[in-house]
């Protein structure tokens, strides 16, 4: 009898977890397809607010103030030139910091439209 109670009990857990891993299952891929729903609207939302600039300006200012001495900003402008440039600069005496942080305030000064015009329009590479 206690043999029949302990198999019976034991089918009862095996019957529980499989509804448990059936449960999470579901419900890991409804969060699988959320997170993709919410990257493909962000992705939308991004490429709509990059066209006329405005998102570049605050990245390109922000990543050329905390670490533009990488010339992260002047790639992101499509600068290539510029970017490695930027830093040849920093490596061999240091001023490519300072140019970025001057350039990271000045994007960030500009209106959206003065910045999409001159930067990204205008391909202005330094100042």
């Known amino acids: 009898m206690a043999d029949e109670t302990n198999k019976n009990f034991g089918d009862d857990l095996k019957d529980d977890a499989k509804d448990f891993a059936k449960e999470a299952k579901q419900t890991a891929n409804e969060f699988a397809n959320d997170a993709k729903e919410a990257a493909n609207e962000f992705k939308e939302s991004w490429n709509e607010s990059t066209n006329n600039g405005e998102n570049k300006k605050l990245i390109c200012g922000i990543l050329a103030i905390v670490i533009g001495w990488t010339g992260v900003h002047k790639f992101m402008l499509g600068y290539t ?30 209106t959206d439209e003065e910045f999409y015009q001159t930067y990204q329009v205008g391909h202005k590479g330094w100042f």
Not at 93 to 104: D, F, K, M, Q, W
């Open 81 to 110: 030139k510029e970017g490695i440039l930027q830093i040849l600069l920093t490596i061999l005496c240091g001023v490519g910091a300072i140019i970025a942080l001057i350039e990271g305030i000045i994007y960030l000064t500009k």
